[in-house]
C-alpha cells in the first residue's frame, strides 16, 4: 500500500522560512521523481518543484531563488525549503510521487502578519 504524508506547515510571517517534509512509503522510492504542488484558495493546484531520481531539480519561476527541493533516497524523504516567503504562497502544498496517482494529503501554509 502507498503512502505519501507531508508535514511541516503552518502560519509564518512575511520574509520568514517553513521547511516541508514528505515521506512516501510502499514503493521503491529511489526509482521515483516526486514532486511539490500546492493549491491556493479558489485557485487550481500548481507545480512548485521537481527532484528526479538523480537528483535534478527544476522549479516554477514565482519560487526560483526562493524553495529548494531535496531528497533523503535512504529515508525515504523529500523536503521543501521556503524561505523568502510571500503572503502569495499561501496554499495547501501537496507532495506527489511524480507520474503516478499518489499524493498526500496536503499541509497548510500560511503566510500572514
Known amino acids: 500500500q502507498v503512502q505519501v504524508v507531508e508535514s511541516g506547515g503552518g502560519l509564518v510571517q512575511p520574509g520568514g522560512s517553513l521547511k516541508l517534509s514528505c515521506t512516501a512509503s510502499?514503493?521503491?522510492?529511489?526509482?521515483?521523481?516526486m514532486g511539490w504542488y500546492r493549491q491556493a484558495p479558489g485557485k487550481q493546484r500548481e507545480v512548485v518543484a521537481k527532484?528526479?531520481?538523480?537528483?535534478?531539480?527544476d522549479y516554477a519561476d514565482y519560487v526560483k531563488g526562493r524553495f529548494t527541493i531535496s531528497r533523503d533516497n535512504a529515508k525515504k524523504m523529500v523536503y521543501l525549503q521556503m524561505n523568502s516567503l510571500e503572503p502569495e504562497d499561501t496554499a495547501v502544498y501537496y507532495c506527489?510521487?511524480?507520474?503516478?496517482?499518489?499524493w498526500g494529503q496536503g499541509t497548510h501554509v500560511t503566510v500572514s502578519s
Open positions: 506527489h510521487i511524480w507520474n503516478t496517482i499518489y
Open positions: 510502499g514503493i521503491t522510492f529511489s526509482i521515483y521523481a
Open positions: 527532484i528526479t531520481r538523480g537528483g535534478t531539480t
